[in-house]
């Protein structure tokens, strides 16, 4: 199942996706679940599937917004693949390197990200994003992928220099819809195992880094191992993985992200999230 989160008429809502199409949970079944962060506390997804009553509308027609628009947490793992370690002049680190970005941060598929006007290192980084299904505390690695409800692109726009202000990333992470996820949560039982994806992130067409989840130093089930262990994880919270090499700000000379640029984050089996670039000042308020 593509779960998905929009707005038609100004009005949030949510539904299933397929291909091109969307076919909106009914009106029955939003009152019952809000959203699909509710969707999936309760474990109602496949009866969302077989809620066929909602209208269906061609996904071009709609505003896409983050999947899920309202997470208790967006936890998101930096330096995690050994080649944007080396690219950035990191140590492998002993532990998982663990910042929160907010959901103002984010932006829906195919909506812009903004450029600050504070910085001009904006920057790039595709990564695959796990969505939390269960309550879970102190989770076993090897019970681990039992707590997923599913998977998303997630773009983790950076501001390079508010970035590096300080040991802590978190300002340089949470710049005003810097970011994105979307268009999907993929579900679980569709993605057996997530260590045979691969990632790419393209600007303006151009492969700029490619990836396997393979390759990451902390795996899957090692990050909700760890992150169970500090926090109680909530059924719609976010784990975003890490970024394979190629970033922006590793290149000679740096590539930063331009107004008018578009940046898409290419997942096969999970999505390609799309993400035209604006400027803060010529943001259009929704």
Known sequence: MQLVSFKRDGELSYGLMDGVRVREASA???????DLRAVIAARAEPELADDTRGAAYSASDLRFVPVIPNPDKILCVGVNYRPHIEEMGRQAPDHPVVFVRFPASLSGHNEPILRPRASKQFDFEGELAIVIGKRARHVDRDDALDYIAGYCCFMDGSIRDWQRHTPQFTPGKNFHRSGAMGPCIVTADE??????????????????????????VFDIPALIEYCSTFSELLPGDIIATGTPGGVGAARTPPVWLQAGDTVEVEIPGVGRLRSPVLDELTEVTA
Do not use: K, W, Y
């Not at 029955?28 to 809000?34: N, W």
């Not at 260590?195 to 990451?216: F, H, I, K, P, W």
């Open 191 to 216: 993605i057996p195992d997530p260590s045979a994806l691969q990632l790419t992130t393209l600007v303006n067409g151009e492969e700029m880094q490619r990836g396997r989840v393979a390759d990451l």
């Open 28 to 34: 029955e079944f939003r009152e019952r679940f809000g």
